[in-house]
């Protein structure tokens, strides 16, 4: 697997948790990585991206103002730093790679996937 997320759990609402996306192949640096997430019955959505620069960052509405989004070229790696957490947050992450320098929420541009953590966020 060349994506691989990691850091999920349980967390009370209100909490938070930080997670990460290695990259074991190092193909990061150019381009733009972003995360995704698929709840129970429900169709996988887009909830942050970052440009491969890490200069531009992209937010689905609903998580604004609690999640950040950043990268670590050096280190090939990608976090998703998740505040003030709700119960409808609860999904599996993922991360993806974009077949492009620049961010974007459409999953079409995404072409590579590694397989997710889950995120359980109790009431």
């Known amino acids: 697997v060349q994506l691989q997320a990691s850091g999920g759990g349980l967390v009370q609402a209100g909490g938070s948790l930080r997670l990460s996306c290695a990259d074991s192949?190092?193909?990061?640096?150019?381009?733009?990585v972003g995360w995704f997430r698929q709840a129970p019955g429900k169709e996988r959505e887009f909830v942050a991206a970052?440009?491969?620069?890490?200069?531009?960052?992209y937010y689905t509405d609903p998580v604004k103002g609690r999640f950040t989004i950043s990268r670590d070229n050096a280190k090939n790696m990608v976090y998703l730093q998740m505040n003030s957490l709700k119960p409808e947050d609860t999904a599996v992450y993922f991360c993806?790679?974009?077949?492009?320098?620049?961010?974007?929420?459409?999953?079409?541009?995404?072409?590579?996937w590694g397989q997710g953590t889950q995120v359980t966020v109790s009431s």
């Open positions: 970052i440009s491969w620069r890490g200069d531009r960052t």
């Open positions: 192949r190092r193909t990061f640096s150019n381009n733009a």
């Open positions: 993806a790679r974009s077949i492009f320098s620049y961010g974007s929420s459409r999953q079409t541009d995404f072409n590579s």
